[in-house]
C-alpha cells in the first residue's frame, strides 16, 4: 500500500514488499536458444560495487489533473505492465551466474514476475515540488537492484504539485542501452489517449531456454579453449586504439570536482528547453542540435565552475556514448554503443564562438570515431576475466583510484519521439533520463532526450563532490537565454 514520505532524513518509504503478487507469462512449447551475457554486459555487471550501482533510468512527469479517468493507480499500472510485458523480453529476465564465473552468465527468462515487487507506489507530501522528487529519485538510484530477480523496477510517485504524477523506472544497465531503453518506452507507452488494445491473455510467449548448472559447467569448457584466440584477436584491434585515445586522455581537467572520490551517495535534477529555440541556434551556426546540446553543457558548467572559485583556463574532456547497434540488431536489447572523446572549451568567453568551437571539435570527434573499431568496447571487455564473478576486475579498479577518472563527466544527447505519449490515458508531460556514474567517467553525467518538442535534461551527480545539482539545470536555461541574445 501507499507509504507517506516526506522530505527530511525521517522520510519513510516503501522498501519491502511483503504481498507478492504473481504474473505468469504464458508460454509456447517451443523452446529459444540459449542467450548468454557479451563481455559489455557482463563488464556492466561485474563493475558495481556499493558505490556505483549501474542501473539507468528516467523520471517520467504525468498530466495525471487533466486526466480523463483521473490520476493513475498502481493496480492499473500493474495491469498494463502484465499486459505489455509478452512484448518486452528484457523486463522477464534474469541473470544466472555460471559457478566460480568459469564463463560468461545466462538469461533466464522468467515464467512469472512479481510485479508486486516491480511495481511500487509512494505518496509524497501533497503539494510536493520538483526538489522533492528528485531527492525520492536520487535515494532510489543509489540502491542496487536485486539479482535474484528480473533487473528492474518502477515506481509510480504521487502528491506533486499541480496534480501532477511521476514514474521512475530504472533498469540494469547490463540489460538495456540507451536505444533498447526507447524500444521499451515504445512498448510500455501509447500514442493516443486511448490505450492499446489489451494483449490476449491466452497469447503464448516463446522464451528463451536455460540451461542447467551441469550444462553450464560443460559449455565453459570449451568455450576456455578458445577464450585466448579471442582475446588475442580483440587486443590487435583495441589496442592501437587505445593507445591513441592516450593523448585525449592527458587533455583532462586536473582541478574540477567532478572527479572527487565517488561516494555512495546521488543527487539529481532535471529541466526542460525548447527544442525550436535550440534549432534556430544551430541553423544560425551551421550545425546540429547535439552541437547546441554541447554548448549548452559547456556554457552551465562554465558558470557552476566560475560561481565557485573554480579554474576555467583549460577545457573539460567529455565522454559521449555513441550507439553502435545496427538494423540488424535493433529489438535485441543488450549493450551496443561506443564511447566518442571531445573537449568542452569553458575558457572560450564568447558564448556565440563557444558553439562554433563545440562544432568544430565534434567534427574532430567524429572523424577520430570513424577510424576506430565500432565494436572498441566490446574489444575492451572481451579482455576481461569472469572468473570469481568479477573480482580480478575491481581489484584492477581498485588499485588503478588513483589514476581515475579518465574524463572529467559524461554527456548523452538520446533522440526520442516528437509526438506526445500517454501512460494508461495520461500524456506524458517531459521525461528525463537518470544515467549511471562511474569510477571511469566521474562524478557527474548529464544526458538529454528530445520529446514533444523540447529537450529533457537530466543531471546525476554525487552530491558529495558536486553540491547545488539544481545550479547546473538553472545554468542550462540561463545559457539558452545566453545564445539567443
Not at 542496487?144 to 521512475?168: F, I, M, N, T
Not at 585466448?228 to 580483440?234: E, L, Q, S, V
Not at 579554474?311 to 554503443?337: C, H, K, M, W, Y
Request: glycine content about 4%; some cysteine; hydrophobic content about 40%.
Amino acid at each position: 500500500m501507499p507509504v507517506a514520505a516526506s522530505g527530511t532524513d525521517t522520510t519513510r518509504e516503501e522498501s519491502v514488499v511483503h504481498q507478492h503478487t504473481r504474473t505468469a507469462i504464458s508460454t509456447a512449447r517451443a523452446i529459444g536458444h540459449v542467450r548468454q551475457l557479451d563481455p559489455l554486459d557482463l563488464h556492466l555487471l561485474d563493475t558495481e560495487t556499493s558505490t556505483t550501482p549501474l542501473h539507468i533510468g528516467a523520471i517520467t512527469l504525468l498530466d495525471s489533473a487533466s486526466a480523463p479517468n483521473g490520476p493513475l493507480d498502481s493496480e492499473a499500472l500493474r495491469r498494463l505492465f502484465a499486459e505489455r510485458l509478452p512484448l518486452v523480453a528484457p523486463l522477464r529476465r534474469r541473470v544466472r551466474t555460471v559457478p566460480f564465473g568459469l564463463d560468461l552468465p545466462y538469461w533466464e527468462d522468467c515464467a512469472e514476475i512479481d510485479l508486486k515487487y516491480h511495481v511500487r507506489d509512494i505518496r509524497l507530501p501533497d503539494g510536493a515540488d520538483d526538489r522533492e522528487l528528485a531527492d525520492y529519485v536520487a535515494r532510489r538510484h543509489g540502491q542496487p537492484l536485486d539479482r535474484s530477480r528480473p533487473l528492474w523496477e518502477c515506481h509510480l510517485v504521487s502528491g506533486l504539485s499541480g496534480g501532477r504524477q511521476a514514474v521512475y523506472t530504472k533498469v540494469h544497465h547490463a540489460v538495456i542501452d540507451g536505444v533498447s531503453a526507447a524500444e521499451i518506452m515504445a512498448a510500455i507507452f501509447d500514442i493516443c489517449e486511448t490505450p492499446s488494445a489489451a494483449l490476449p491473455s491466452t497469447r503464448e510467449v516463446r522464451r528463451g531456454r536455460t540451461p542447467s548448472t551441469v550444462e553450464m559447467l560443460a559449455r565453459s569448457l570449451p568455450n576456455a579453449l578458445t577464450r585466448p584466440a579471442t582475446r588475442f584477436r580483440a587486443a590487435v584491434r583495441a589496442v592501437p586504439t587505445l593507445l591513441r585515445s592516450a593523448d585525449d586522455l592527458r587533455t583532462k581537467h586536473p582541478d574540477v570536482p567532478f572527479n572527487g572520490p565517488l561516494t555512495s551517495a546521488r543527487s539529481v535534477a532535471y529541466t526542460s528547453l525548447p527544442l525550436d529555440a535550440v534549432k534556430t541556434i544551430k541553423n544560425s551556426v551551421d550545425g546540429t542540435v547535439n552541437d547546441v546540446v554541447m554548448a549548452l553543457c559547456t556554457t552551465a558548467l562554465r558558470s557552476w565552475m566560475r560561481d565557485r572559485g573554480f579554474a576555467t583556463d583549460r577545457p573539460l574532456l567529455a565522454a559521449i556514448p555513441v550507439s553502435v547497434r545496427t538494423p540488424e540488431l535493433f529489438g535485441t536489447a543488450g549493450n551496443q554503443f561506443s564511447l566518442m572523446l571531445t573537449t568542452l572549451p569553458i575558457s572560450e568567453t564568447d558564448p556565440r564562438h563557444r558553439v562554433k568551437l563545440l562544432r568544430d571539435n565534434m567534427l574532430v570527434a567524429k572523424q577520430r570515431f570513424r577510424t576506430q573499431s565500432s565494436n572498441l568496447l566490446h574489444e575492451v571487455t572481451t579482455l576481461l576475466t569472469p572468473l570469481l564473478h568479477g573480482m580480478p576486475t575491481r581489484v584492477v579498479l581498485r588499485a588503478a583510484a588513483s589514476t581515475l577518472p579518465l574524463v572529467n563527466l559524461l554527456v548523452s544527447n538520446v533522440p526520442g519521439p516528437q509526438i506526445p505519449l500517454y501512460l494508461n490515458g495520461i500524456r506524458v508531460l517531459s521525461s528525463h533520463p537518470v544515467s549511471v556514474l562511474t569510477e571511469l567517467s566521474g562524478c557527474l553525467n548529464i544526458t538529454v532526450m528530445s520529446y514533444d518538442g523540447h529537450l529533457d535534461f537530466g543531471i546525476l551527480a554525487c552530491p558529495d563532490t558536486v553540491p547545488d545539482v539544481w545550479e547546473i539545470a538553472r545554468d542550462l536555461e540561463d545559457a539558452l537565454a545566453e545564445l539567443q541574445a
